[in-house]
């Protein structure tokens, strides 16, 4: 029995209509769960833990010394939210051309803040104490581009012609930062005092107290 072109146009019409009709949500993990390495690391991404394969979330540890800085650095694969537990830290994030407008806050013990996807942002210990932080992130590994390491530490380097034009600064200048010791966002790095501020910022009952040191 031959199939008429009628027949053929009513089949193609009807598997489009319960096409149409089809249900959807998130893709499911692809992978089964993976057992982990036993190794503790500031920063918690699927290349630590294997477990966190497919899951889509990750952590970081983040410990300051007193005036401790973590430098501008984006994660281009991932939105963080990081939560105070000791101390205070001055954070923010800068949004996307062309406002590039800062959003930033002095965040104390339980305070909770939240960095937008591929954003740059910067965690600053304003307290003459240490202080220590949990950023969780939407990703299980949502990468990591510090600022300044990028611009003046790429390999090979970026050409000064090109850095002078974009800083609108003297050849020298760029010389000289291309020849500093710049820090990257790695968890024992966080330790490092990089800024001698002359007034630090603390938090006592949720209240922020300004105090000016004399030099």
């Not at 009628?6 to 692809?30: G, Q």
Request: proline share 6%; charged share 10%; hydrophobic share 45%.
């Amino acid at each position: 029995m031959k199939t008429t072109v009628a027949e053929i146009l009513a089949y193609v019409a009807f598997w489009a209509m319960v096409s149409f009709l089809a249900y959807t949500s998130d893709p499911s993990p692809l992978q089964d769960f993976r057992v982990a390495v036993n190794d503790s690391k500031a920063a918690v991404i699927v290349a630590q833990i294997g477990g966190l394969n497919t899951l889509g979330i990750s952590m970081a540890y983040l410990d300051f010394a007193p005036y401790g800085l973590n430098p501008p650095h984006t994660h281009p694969c991932g939105t963080e939210i990081l939560t105070v537990m000791e101390g205070a830290l001055y954070v923010g994030f800068v949004t996307s051309n062309p406002n590039n407008r800062l959003t930033s806050k002095v965040l104390c013990q339980g305070d909770v803040f939240v960095f937008p996807i591929g954003l740059i942002h910067f965690q600053l210990n304003v307290g003459n104490t240490p202080a220590v932080a949990i950023g969780a992130l939407s990703n299980q590994n949502p990468g990591v581009i510090t600022i300044a390491n990028a611009v003046f530490k790429s390999k090979p380097p970026i050409s000064v012609d090109v850095l002078t034009e974009a800083f609108q600064v003297d050849k020298n200048v760029v010389n000289y930062l291309q020849v500093q010791l710049w820090i990257d966002n790695n968890g024992h790095q966080k330790h490092i005092c990089m800024i001698a501020i002359s007034k630090f910022i603390y938090c006592l009952n949720k209240e922020v107290h300004i105090l000016h040191t004399i030099k």
